[in-house]
């Protein structure tokens, strides 16, 4: 992907520049939040990449690189906010992760994954690099056992610090459920801890657990329900003893691949506590997936169009 420079435009009205900048900061503020938890870039569970697990892809095994346009709205006019890129190799292996941010390029990030072998999932190592100096800022080394994850050994680059933070993320479980995600200091005591339980319900759909310990004390709770295709339905967290449940309600509509007719189940609404937050209408290629998405949030019990996203699909036929 080539990395792209976005400048602000200076607008006649004052009053527009300060709402325009206070929108863009705001949505770039809960985007760079959720980008990871204490390294700010992707987990270190390959389970937990959700850039990789909600792709939203009809049949991924057609497609060479995604690449993912966010802009926000204000006053029908559009203003980036950030790009991701996703790419895979011949034999469906993902092996790209790029995220551009259009209002700050010191978030810039680019993940480039390496496999133990050519036709597996079992990561062998992640690097990370400023796309702009190319220069490192991590390096994930990862020890893998006969079932899961073992160890990652941990090589940090700080700015102007000649020699980098080195730690160690280590993984116990079993073959059937559980697995403990223990972060470590470069000082070797425990910066937090991840207990994860994943289980099939009676009714056919998964449910992943996670708890998240921070100096031995229970954070946050979290509880992802899966349906059978394993598209999200219900998304419950507890936070310093406060709930809340995200419900996500899809549209089914008819695909073909390989000239097969499929249901495939496409994102419509996001509901939170029981009311109503986002709605999202669709444009599509003529392979089935979508290449416009626009977004609609529920302001003072009226639908507002806020976002657009927009994808440029390449595809290997």
């Known amino acids: 992907m080539k990395y792209k420079v976005f400048t602000h435009t200076i607008e006649n009205s004052k009053t527009k520049v300060r709402k325009t900048t206070k929108n863009i900061l705001t949505i770039l503020g809960c985007v760079v939040a959720n980008l990871g938890f204490a390294q700010n ?22 497609v060479k690189s995604v690449t993912t346009k966010y802009l926000t709205l204000d006053e029908n006019e559009e203003h980036p906010v950030y790009e991701t890129y996703l ?25 480039q994954i390496k496999y133990v072998n050519p036709n597996g999932n079992q990561i062998n190592s992640v690097k990370i690099i400023n796309p702009n100096t190319l220069k490192p800022l991590e390096e994930w080394q990862y020890a893998n056992g006969s079932f899961d994850v073992e160890k990652i050994s941990v090589k940090r680059y700080l700015l102007n610090v000649p020699e980098p933070d080195v730690f160690e993320v280590k993984y116990e479980g079993n073959d059937d459920d559980y697995t403990q995600e223990t972060v470590y ?70 695909v073909k691949v390989f000239g097969d007719e499929h249901d495939y189940q496409q994102l419509e609404r996001i509901v939170k506590d029981g009311k109503d937050t986002e709605r999202y209408e669709y444009e599509y290629d003529t392979k089935g997936n979508w290449i416009v998405r626009k ?23």
């Open 41 to 62: 870039y992707i987990p270190y569970y390959p389970a937990d990449w959700d850039f990789k697990n909600n792709a939203d892809l009809v049949d991924f095994s057609q």
């Open 185 to 254: 200091t470069p000082q070797k005591t425990i910066e937090r801890q991840t207990k994860r339980w994943y289980k099939r319900n009676d009714n056919g759909t998964y449910q992943l657990i996670k708890k998240l310990y921070l100096d031995n004390f229970l954070d946050q709770t979290d509880s992802l329900v899966l349906g059978e295709n394993q598209k999200k339905q219900a998304h419950y967290i507890i936070n310093l003893g406060i709930a809340g449940k995200t419900s996500y309600q899809y549209q089914t509509r008819k």
């Open 87 to 111: 790419s895979w190799n011949n034999t469906y292996q993902l092996t790209d992760y790029q995220f551009v941010n259009y209002n700050n390029s010191y978030a810039d990030f680019d993940v």
């Open 295 to 317: 977004t609609y949030k529920m302001k003072n019990g009226k639908w507002e169009y806020t976002d657009i996203t927009r994808r440029e699909i390449e595809y290997k036929n």
